[in-house]
Every structure is written in C-alpha cells, then in structure tokens.
C-alpha cells in the first residue's frame, strides 16, 4: 500500500485526458489520427503486461492513491487475475477499436466528438474493472451507462437511435441505482467498501441476515448490465450505434461489467443456495432465448448482438454454479468471446462498408473481393463454433467439463449449455460463411476490401483466439490461473488440453453440439421461418413492455404534477412563504427560545439617515400603484441595507448587495415588461390583509431569529483562525475572498456549479412557450414570478454564505 | 430607453464596466473584490450594453454562447483544483509561484485561477438571463 499516485493511476486517468485531446488531434490529422490516438490504449496494454508476472498464483496487487484526504473517497486499485484479464481486453481491443473507428468513421464531420466519447468510455470502464472500493465502482459503473448512452445515440437525427439510447440509460442506469443499494448495504454489514478488505472475509456476507436484499440488489446492477433475459432488449436496440460501439462496448466489454461484478462477488456472495438457483435460471433462459431471437434475425449486426446476449447468459450461469472446472470455462469462455465477437462485429462492419448492406440474404460470394475479411471472419466463427484448434473450443471442452455430473440439476444445466452452443455455431457461420461463400450476389456497392486501419482489429483479433490456443500453457498458466483463483477465491492451476487426451463426457457432449449445429445450420431458413412465426404468434414483448412501462410512468407524473402543482404562482409563493414562517417562528415560540428585546444602541447621526432611507423605501414599495414603481423601490431598502454593510466594515459584502441589488431590479423589471402583466397592482382588501400577514409573519420571524443568533455567545475560534492564517498560509489580505477561493474552495466550487444548472434551468423557462399562445392577454396576477425570485436568491445566497 | 445619448455612451460604459470589473477581479485576494463581484458587473456591463443596442451585438461581441462561458469557467474552476494533485498535494490544495515578469514579481496561484473560474460562471450565467430576458422580440 502506497500513497502516492504511481503508473497505474496514470494509466487509469490517460484515457480520459485522450478524450480531451481527441477532437484537437483529428482536427489536425482527420482520420489518420486515430494511429496517434491508439497509442494511449496500446501504452496502457503494455503497462497492463507488466502486471502478468506478479499475479500468477492468485496474488493481488491493491494500491491507495488519497487524493482528497477527509472525503473518504480515496482513489484504490486492486489488480488481481480477474481484473487484470479485463485491463488487457478493455485495452488491447480498445487499441484496434480506435483504428478501426477511424476507418469506419473516416470523412465523418464528429469523428473527434465520436472517438473522444469512445476514450471517456474506455476511462470508465478501466476504471470500473480495476477499483477497489466499491462506491468508485458505482461511480464508473454509471459513467460507463452514460457514455453508452452517448455512443448509442450518435446518430442524434435518428429517432429509432435515440429511443435506443434512452432504453438503455434508462435499464442499465436503473440497474445501477439498485447496485448503489447494495453498495450502501453491504458497507453497513461489512463496515468497508474495499473489495480487498472484503475478499479476506469469506462467509461474512453469506452468512449476514442482509444476504438476501443484498445479492437481490447487485444481481438487480449485473443483470441489467449484462441484458440477461427479460431486461436483454435493449442490448440489440443499442445496435443502432456506429459499429465500432456494437464491438466494443456490446460485446467486448461493457456489457461484461455485469459478468466482471457477479465475478468479483462471487467469492463473497456466491456458493449460496439462492446464488445457485438464480444465476443458473436466468443465464440458462437468456441463453437459449438469445440464440433462438438470434436466429430469426437476418441483419449481420443483430445475429451477432443476440448471440451476445445469449453468451452473457452462458456466462452468468457458469458463474452460478460456484464449481471450479466451471468457473475456469467461463474464463477460458470471456476470454473467447471477447475475441471472437469483437472481431465479427469488425467483420460486420466491415462487409457494411464494403458493400453497402448488412442483410445477411442479400449477401453472398464476398470471398474474392474481401480476402482478408473473410479469413478473419473464418478464425473467429470458428472459435465461435467451439472448433479445434481455436479457444473457443477450449473453453467449450471445460465448461462442458465443468457442469458435466457435478450437483443433480446438471442435466438441465448441461442440455441447455449443448443446444445453446448448437445454435451458437448456426449463427457464427451464418455470419461467416454465408455472405463470403457460394454463388455472387449483386449488393448495393461494388465489393471491395476495407482499408488497413479497418482490418488489423479484426484480423488480430481472430489470429489471437487462434495464438491463445496454440500456446495454451502461456494462456493458462499467466491469464486464466491467476482469472480462475480471482473468482473462485481460491488458487487454481488449470490443466487444460489443445486436443483431448481421452474421450471423456466433454468431447461426446461436443461432437453432439457440433453435429446439432450443422444440421440447424442447413435448414436455417427453415428455423427462420418458424422463429419469426412463434413470435408473431406471441406478439408482445418486453421491448413493447419497454414503452408501455415509460408511457405509464409519464402519465403517472404528469398526473402529480397537475395534482401539486395546478399552475398558480401567486398559491405557491403563499405557500412557500407561509412554510418558511413557520419554519422560523414556531421552534422560538415552542422551545421559548425568544430574543429579549435589546436595548437601544446609540446610533451616530448618519445611521439614522440610512435607516431612513431603508423606511423610506419601505413606505414607496406599500405606497406604489404600479409594478414597476414597486420593484424600484425595493431597490431602495436594498441599497440602504449595503450602506449598513458598508458602514459595519463589510466592503465586499456590501459591494456585491450594490450589484445584486441593481441586478435584480433590471431583471426583475425585464421579466416585466415580458409577462404583459396589468401595469397596477390592484388587490382586494381581503388579500391585502392575507398578504400583508404572511410579510409581515415572514419579516418578523427573521428579524426574531437573527436577534436570538446575535444574543448567543460569540465563538470566534473560526474567525480567529482564518484571521492569523489568511496572510500566513493562503498569502491573502482579503479575507473573505480567502475564505471563498481558498480555504473553502471546494463549497465554492460547488456553488458555481449551482450557479450554472440554475442558470441553465432558468434559460430553459425563458425559453419555454406555451403551445397556444394568449396573444396580448395580460395575466392578472404574479405568475412567473419564481424565475426572477430564483435568479435573484441564487446569486444571494452565494454572498450570504 | 433606447435613446441616442445612452446608445451612444453604453458602448463605453460597457468596455469601462468590464475593465472594472477584470480589475476587481485582480485585486480581490488582497483588497475587496474578487470573481464573484467582478462576474457580476461584467454582467451588468454586458446587461446594460443589450439594454442600450439590442441583444444581437452583444451577442456577437461576446464572441461565445454566454452558458458556453459558464461552462468553461467551471471547468476551470474545477481544473484548479486537479493542478495540485500532480504536485503530490491534496485535491484543492493552493500553490503559488511567483515569475518575475518586465521586472516585476507576480504572484500567480491556483486560487487565482479558481477565481477566474468563478468569475466566467457568474458572467456566464447572470448575462446568459439577463440577455435572454431582453432578446423579446425574437422568441
């Protein structure tokens, strides 16, 4: 444990100072800029293969960086074998990522906008995988909902991508809510939030009576993260992305955040009976729903995204079994997966720009004119399939090994985990084979081969599913041991074989899938057809669900905000300031904690003139007949008040009331003149009296509390403090302005903040207009004052602290 | 109010007003002032101007959106607060250096730059009301 920042939190942090350089960078170089650009992800790969060494054996590396000492929110890594697979895949894959997004993206007026969200991603992501502390997870888990959200709806003109991107905020964004939960419940059970304290107490949370809502509310984050059936459709509506986010962030990484948090969880959660009932259930129907949705689809980018889903499924399920074998074929499985998807969705995107759809039945005989794509589509729809002597099949041969007669629902477990595989193997050739083979079709463009910054990802990619393999050792000794011990929470040396040594359940239960596979494959159209008839006959979905869920929580809000707030804004002022005088009067009249009346202090001669003019203004603002005369007047009280200031050794205090006091008259008489409002301020005498007692309840009340503040015994230990410090420390003479940029810099910088949203909130009002405008109708009373009544407390209540 | 004489002198009322007010900006670690007063007659200023000439010249003398200048006067402000951390020191902590500039010494700090920041946020936002108060016709 060190305190300082070291490579690591520099690695964590470059993407995110990518994201800022990003626009500048392609401004200058266009589209080759992404070569440039690729080297903050590769730099940060190869940091990341220093740490393979030191966690062979399950070891974990956990580092604090306390960035802002007395929050409690310290910066923390914890590389260990689980994060680190995850810091290699989000890297390297986000290396040919940034080509790759080049290529596509190449001429595209908002490529920098694109890439920069694209870095901001892959910041958060880095970050979510490799803290520590469970409260900077959530922060980077949403971070990550967000930048998704941005990506989706890239295409803003598009309305189909930005109800895609709003689903997804919604979904994920929800599920991460609940994880915040589980967060909060777990730091009360366990007293710590640090994934390192936790993961030396075992059986601490299995055994805690919060168990139950515990698991409940992180399966509640992961499941929705990583669209694990029914909460699955909004991963194949984010399709609507430009293709480099569908192979990035839906498949290769962020949608295996949920996967990553079940994981990392599943040494201090998992090997329950609840953890062994749920996962398995859920992964279980997301696998065989996801390959069955996959197969009706005909849209390359689609096949592929429901065949993620379904992958999910196999993971989360893996994961609920708590078995070790199993556990290592989920590893060898992301692993995979992560290659081989990330390198079809390339080739998607790839046949798309080369020949102009994605349509999988409009495709056929690419071979020739797209060489290369088709060699990498080949490797990795073949580790897809499972088939020696990829990883694919690696991770096939143990999972099946894994779940293969371990606790008595392995049969179901093991049906499943075979006619999902089949039907992976469907689609992974569909994708492959169909548009590259057989006879030519015409497509919208001439074919032709994509350009270089478009084909290293995928063709390194699949040469990586095919090298893992081949150098199995390396793969599992220095990636899936120390991945394997991480998440069983145990050490763990895989013995893993390229080629079966004896035929043993796995490899039967292989060529089973196999044989399945090709036999689904050639009567394809067929299982098409009936797929597409099965789910018009069901007809509804959760999608469908989706909207009808948003519409009804719409109508629901709109129906309370018509109910509390039914558009009177001379009710909500009385309200509003009847509430604030009982807040004041009724603690002093019930806790007797009244002022005594003080003594006349002996005022000089000029201090009784500024009084005077404060009453002077008083009497102008009851005395006015018109609007406009009234709010000058209040102008008047408001300057007297600054003269007192001025006059008790306040120059700053009272020269921002000057300013906020002109301000607020020309505004106030600006919104004015706008609303058309009737020129007099006619009330009846029945109002008058309302209105006259709330003033006067309101202006008594604060005038009763400040006497009983200024009657307590000074304490003068912060006073005397900033006095003998200003000069001395922060090098000021000022020292309200000290105070304000300095010592208590951080409140300031969350009031500016305040300040903004205010003002942007208020820029929205002024611009609101409602639909049927009552031409030259003047509002008969004062509606719409709160605008001015918020721009003019905000700025107030800045000084005033 | 648009009359000749106040059309013709807002101008330089306007250019004095945000001298001003960059100068009570300056002064305000040492002597009353600071970002959030300066932010605020550098609104007024501009306030006045699109009282005086309409909103469109304002506008295009402010060159940027006025929430855009708020915006960046939060990042800045923000951004003070990261400078520290590359120095070893706690988030927010003040650092100073003092260049010596045509011979003479300045103080230049982080707080300094958190003003600044402040003082954009302040102009941004009160003149980004004010002038969409003003600028009736068009909406």
Redesign the interface.
Known sequence: MNA??DGTFIAILAPFFAAALAPFVVRMLGHNGSWLLALVPAGIFVHFLGYIDQTVGGAGIASVW????G?GWPLSYLIDGLSLMFALLISGIGTFIILYSGGYMKGHPQLGRFLSFMFLFMGAMQGLIISDNLVTVFIFWELTSITSFLLIGFNTTKEKSRRAALQALVVTGGGGLSLLAGIILVQLVAGTSDLSTLLTQPGLLQTSPYYMPILLLFLGGAFTKSAQFPLHFWLPNAMEAPTPVSAYLHSATMVKAGVYLLMRIQPIMGDTLAWSIILPIFGGTTLIVGTLLAVRQTDLKLMLAYTTVASLGLLVMLTGTSNEIAIQGAVLYLLAHSLFKGALFMVAGLIDHGTGTRDVTKLGGLAKAMPITFGAAAFAALSMAGLPPFIGFVAKEELYLGIWGTEPPFLALTITAVIGNALMLVIGFAVAFKPFLGAKVETPKAAHEGPLLMLAGPVVLSVCGLASAIFLHWTSVHLVGPMASSVAGKVLTPALHLFPTAIKANLILSLITVALGLVLFFRLALLRGIMDRVLRTIGWGPDLGFDQFMNGTVLAAHRVTRLVQPGQMNMYMKVAFAMTAAAILLPLILLDELPNWPEMPDMRFYEWGVMAIAVIGLAAVLNAKNRLTAIVALGIQGFAVALIFMLFGA??LS??QF??E??SV??LA??M??LSLYQDDHRSPVRTVVDGTLALAVGGGFFLLLLAVVQQPFNAELSDFFREHSVAI?????I???I???FR??D??GE??V??I???A??AL??V?PKTRPKAQPISDNSNVGVVAS?KTS?AQ??TQ | MRTVIFRTTAPYLTSLMVLFSIFVLLRGHNEPGGGFIGGLIAASAFAIYGIACGVPPVRRALVFHPMSIAGTGLFIGASSGIISLFSGVPFFTGLWIYPTIFGVEIALSTPLVFDIGVYLVVLGTIASIALGLEERERL
């Open positions: 300082a920042i306390d960035w802002w000492p929050m120059p700053d020269f921002t300013m906020v002109t301000l020309v505004i600006l919104v003149t706008r922060a090098h000021g003479r000022n309200v302005n000290v304000l940029v300095d810099g951080v300031t910088l500016i903040a300040v903004a205010a003002g942007l208020i820029l002024i611009r207009r721009a700025p800045e000084t």
